[in-house]
């Protein structure tokens, strides 16, 4: 069962879960970035509405739920409620665990539990697929992820869950650095990795904070011979598609490892 008037989604992060667990004939919106490249949302959905985290344009909307990215609804959700409007915000979450949390509470308020329980059953046994697949290599590589922002991941971050998942060591934890960093062109220079993750660089958003696309310190990343670019739309968030990412990562470990 899903809300009257169907689930609109406001944010890139939310259409992942709204789509991974709402019938299509129930999605009333998906955000206004859902015909960005930076979107991995099906073609159908380009023909839906969007919708903004703004209570006018939701109001206009009229949908029976409104899901919000994390840190997302603010003002907009309190508004949309004291109109009489259901909301529901995301959790921040950086591993599958969030993962999963998110799936759950978001399955209970659009009454999905069959659904949910597909999705996470699914998604656990794909998980431990990568893990039989990392046990069967004979070396673990240093990989480190690379934004078009220059800036990495570290570790408790979304990003490096998806690299262990995959049977990875993510090099820039291993140097000590916690959370999402910002570009470093020193850092970026003494770098000594076997496997270079890069997204956003394809198909993210034009800006003159594209730094990693510009400087000439990052070039020796972008030229690694065991580059592999991670499509956007899969990990805008830790959201339902992170495992992909992960599957994707798998692959590129086992490129690397066959040329060895």
């Known amino acids: ?37 930076v979107s991995s949302a099906p073609p159908w959905s380009r023909s839906r509405p969007t919708a903004w985290p703004d209570a006018a344009r939701m ?24 109109a009489g409007y259901r909301t529901f915000e995301l959790a921040w979450a950086d591993d599958f665990d969030g993962v999963r949390h998110n799936l759950r509470a978001l399955a209970a308020r659009v009454e999905s539990v069959a659904r949910v329980d597909a999705a996470i059953s699914e998604l656990d046994r794909r ?46 934890a291993d140097e000590g650095a916690t959370g999402w960093t910002r570009s470093d062109p020193e850092f970026a220079l003494r770098l000594d990795v076997d496997i270079v993750l890069t997204s956003f660089f394809i198909d993210g958003y034009a800006s003159t904070f594209n730094r990693a696309r510009r400087h000439a310190a990052y070039r020796r990343l972008l030229a690694h011979p065991a580059r592999a670019d991670i499509p956007a739309g899969l990990w805008p968030c830790a959201g339902p598609r992170l495992i992909d990412a992960a599957e994707l990562i798998a692959d590129a470990i086992d490129t690397w490892e066959r040329a060895q």
């Not at 004979?138 to 869950?161: E, N």
């Open 1 to 37: 069962m899903t809300p009257d008037n169907g689930v609109a989604s406001a944010s890139l992060c939310a259409d992942a879960y709204v789509l991974a667990l709402v019938e299509p004939d129930a999605i009333s919106a998906l955000s206004w970035q859902v015909d960005q490249p």
């Open 59 to 82: 109001l206009a909307l009229s949908p029976g739920l409104s899901v919000f990215g994390a840190g997302e609804g603010g003002r907009t959700a309190r508004l949309l409620e004291r």
């Open 127 to 172: 998980l431990a697929a990568l893990a039989d697949r990392a046990a069967s290599r004979s070396a673990t590589p240093r990989i480190a992820y690379l934004s078009v922002s220059g800036g990495s991941a570290g570790s408790g971050t979304y990003v490096d869950a998806a690299i262990t998942a995959a049977g990875g060591l993510n090099a820039v």
